[in-house]
């Protein structure tokens, strides 16, 4: 079974960077779409971005897009997500989740991919803070 785990939450300044790291076992990271979801206290959690663990197809809510950048090295079965200037309102705990039947449909524009119930698999979480 495919297992997550996420990595490289912490503190920021507003308009700082940050990389998450999603490191996945237990699976080829081909085989699936990963990921990253956010939720902030009192918030619904949210589709940040997506990667095709194949043809590296990437999807970007439009929140983030020109800040956000996902990669992958399938290699390593990792999954990036470089964040830049981030936001106070970005504070949150971050996900990554894989799914594989989004991947098997093939990378099709307007597909689900920001919808928390196309996936099957979760990591843990890690807390992204950003303050002052």
């Known amino acids: 079974q495919l297992q997550l785990v996420e990595s490289g939450g912490g503190l920021v300044q507003p308009g700082g960077s940050l990389r998450l790291s999603c490191a996945a076992s237990?699976?080829?990271?081909?085989?699936?779409?990963i990921a990253w979801f956010r939720r902030a206290p009192g918030q619904e959690r949210e589709g940040v971005s997506c990667i095709s663990g194949s043809d590296g197809s990437a999807w970007y809510a439009d929140s983030v897009k020109g800040r956000f950048a996902i990669s992958k090295d399938n290699a390593e079965n990792m999954v990036y997500l470089h964040k830049n200037s981030l936001k106070p309102e970005e504070e949150a705990d971050y996900s990554c989740?894989?799914?594989?039947?989004?991947?098997?449909?093939?990378?099709?524009?307007?597909?689900?991919?920001?919808?928390?119930?196309?996936?099957?698999?979760w990591g843990q979480g890690t807390q992204v803070t950003v303050s002052s």
């Open positions: 237990g699976g080829t990271l081909g085989s699936y779409v």
């Open positions: 989740a894989a799914s594989y039947l989004l991947h098997d449909y093939g990378w099709v524009e307007g597909a689900p991919y920001e919808s928390a119930d196309e996936y099957d698999y």
